[in-house]
């Protein structure tokens, strides 16, 4: 028997037979033994010739009573591959030998020109059958040598090595959309006729539907076999526009076979869904409409990471004028069998307010910067850059990192700064949070928000010169800070309440609150100082009420006193005086000179 089908006897020889395996009696050769199933080729040696079977490999050897082969050579458990048939694309030729892609494994072989049957050519020179791109048959053996499996028995497995594919239909003479589950991502190697070493498996009655799918599992899962078939594709067929593929996700496609070679071949492949998605036609979910272009959109879910395309035929009871950015809407979702996209499918109005992307806890919790938050400029470089800085903090008793940013202060003013003691809540995002989850890593998703400094309270303890220390009642040490944080140009003296935010044991931003009782005293005596002479007092005189007197005792005060104080006082008018007369009667006036 042969696998071209019928029935047929053959002659071989010792040296067609393929030694499996080293039994001193058997001097190294293989004894066959009737009953043994094998595998071979047919060699005609010459036109007219009787065909011989040759390349004599033992598929399952008949045991004897005992429970043995009469060669025990045979009982090497060598592996299932060295025996049978792979199929295989030439993926590569060199000067001499080439590298062959099973198609079962998915490894490359190496194998040598002198492998290919049926070529009485020189070796040194490829055979002009052998290309890039076709099929062939091979078996699998050990190098001797290097230890590892290479390719043997080349053969065509048409007249050129090359079947036609045709395109699986459907009953309705449509193209048939194919469910398969990926294997192995094709790598960039670019062969004929779409061929390439990607692998995916399929059932061979699936028929493109996830109900079909949904049934495949559920047979698995009972125990049930369902037969499958394994198809190549190529990097280029991978529709990959919306979403990566990646392995064990499940993919539609669309399936070409050929009558010639039992291998099929996957085009077109789009994604249906990963292994954790689950997309159930009668579940709802809430979400925003984030964007709206002609008659198409998108939707922000609640719990899905991606957006959501929406088309307005999947929402024929609302008026486009009602469908909004900011929409709150209600839907199902599917992916798309012709392009991978996720697609929104009975899309009605949710109330206003029940799509929720975010929760804040309640809770208020203290805690360090870390890090602060870099400087705005830095985006005007890179606009797809997130600012974030770093909280360190004491949540349900243990300590946590929280990152946050510009939008999480709680006053736009406040710039926390490396070292700056803050209250803050916590604000979970609900899809980074899943995701985080789905990927084992819980808690990115959340963030601190509201973040403020902590103001403090204390006291000047001393000033000297451009500097000084401040107590706070919780803290043992003093805390040092600079005149040119001084807030308001105040003079700040010892014993003075100051408020301020502390920072590495430095105080910043400090605002005078209350002035000491000394520090009043002495600006009154101050003031007392700067009065005029007469109106000053001590302090044994503050409170007795003196009235000011005259020169000439009169009450009141000087004249001098009033007008500095921004009173006027009126001018007296002196009467004129008379005017000079001579007196003609008096003595004549005689120098003292002319008396003596």
């Keep these: 028997r042969y696998r071209g089908g019928g029935l047929e006897k053959f002659e071989f020889k010792e040296e067609d037979v393929i030694s499996q395996g080293f039994n001193s009696k058997s001097n190294g050769k293989l004894k066959l033994a009737v009953g043994d199933r094998v595998q071979f080729y047919k060699f005609e040696a010459a036109p007219g010739q009787a065909t011989r079977a040759t390349r004599i490999r033992v598929i399952d050897a008949k045991k004897n009573e005992s429970g043995q082969h009469p060669d025990n050579s045979l009982q090497s458990g060598t592996n299932d591959s060295d025996y049978t048939f792979h199929l295989g694309i030439i993926v590569a030729l060199k000067e001499t030998y080439g590298f062959l892609l099973s198609l079962r494994s998915g490894a490359q072989y190496f194998f040598h020109f002198s492998e290919f049957l049926g070529s009485n050519r020189n070796s040194r020179v490829p055979p002009p059958e052998l290309q890039i791109g076709v099929i062939t048959r091979f078996f699998l053996a050990r190098n001797p040598a290097t230890g590892k499996d290479i390719g043997k028995s080349l053969c065509l ?15 309705e003479g449509k193209s048939k959309r194919m469910v398969g589950k990926i294997l192995k991502k094709p790598s960039d190697l670019a062969l004929p006729d779409d061929f390439g070493d990607g692998f995916l498996e399929f059932s061979i009655e699936s028929e493109g539907e996830e109900k079909k799918d949904e049934e495949g599992e559920k047979g698995k899962e009972e125990g049930e076999k369902v037969p499958t078939q394994r198809a190549i594709f190529a990097k280029s067929q991978l529709n990959e526009s919306h979403v990566h593929i990646e392995v064990n996700d499940l993919i539609f496609f669309d399936c070409y076979k050929s009558d010639k070679v039992d291998l ?9 869904r990963k292994p954790h998605e689950n997309f159930d036609v009668n579940k709802r979910e809430l979400g925003a409409i984030s964007a709206m272009k002609g008659s198409f959109g998108f939707i922000t879910c609640t719990e899905r990471i991606a957006d959501v395309f929406l ?29 991978g996209r996720l697609q929104a499918i009975n899309v009605t109005l949710a109330e206003p307010g029940s799509a929720v992307f975010e929760e804040i806890e309640e809770e208020v919790h203290e805690g360090t910067v870390l890090e602060k938050i ?8 890179n606009p797809t850059l997130i600012l974030s800085g770093l909280i360190e903090g004491l949540v349900n008793g243990k300590l946590e990192k929280l990152p946050f940013l510009h939008s999480d202060k709680l006053y736009g003013k406040q710039y926390p700064k490396q070292g700056d003691r803050v209250t803050f809540q916590i604000l979970t995002d609900l899809k980074r949070e899943k995701a985080a989850q789905m990927a084992g890593r819980p808690g990115l998703g959340r963030r601190a928000t509201k973040v403020a400094i902590v103001a403090l309270e204390g006291k000047v303890a001393a000033t000297k010169g451009n500097f000084g220390f401040i107590e706070v009642e919780e803290s043992p040490t003093r805390i040092f800070f600079h ?8 003079e700040l003296h010892v014993g003075d309440t100051v408020t301020f935010f502390e920072n590495k044991g430095t105080a910043r931003k400090v605002r005078l609150q209350k002035k000491a009782e000394v520090q009043k005293e002495a600006e009154v005596q101050r003031e007392n100082e700067e009065r005029p002479e007469h109106l000053r007092w ?3 005189e503050r409170s007795v009420i003196r009235l ?20 006027k006082v009126p001018v007296e008018e002196k009467p004129p005086e008379s005017p000079l007369q001579l007196n003609v009667s008096a003595a004549p006036f005689i120098p003292a000179s002319k008396n003596g």
């Design 538 to 540: 001590s302090k044994s």
């Design 264 to 272: 099929a071949v996957a085009k077109n492949v789009v994604l249906m």
């Design 483 to 490: 005149v040119s944080e001084i807030l308001e140009g105040a």
């Design 548 to 567: 000011a007197k005259g020169p000439d005792g009169t009450r009141g005060f000087s004249r001098e006193y009033q007008e500095s104080r921004g009173v």
């Design 311 to 339: 088309h307005l035929s999947q929402v024929p009871d609302v008026p486009k004028e009602e469908l909004s950015v900011g929409t709150d809407v209600e839907f199902s979702v599917i992916r798309g069998a012709e392009n």
């Design 157 to 171: 497995l048409s007249e050129n090595g090359r079947p036609q594919f045709s395109l699986v239909e459907s009953e």
């Design 374 to 381: 870099p400087n705005s400029n830095m985006k005007k470089t």
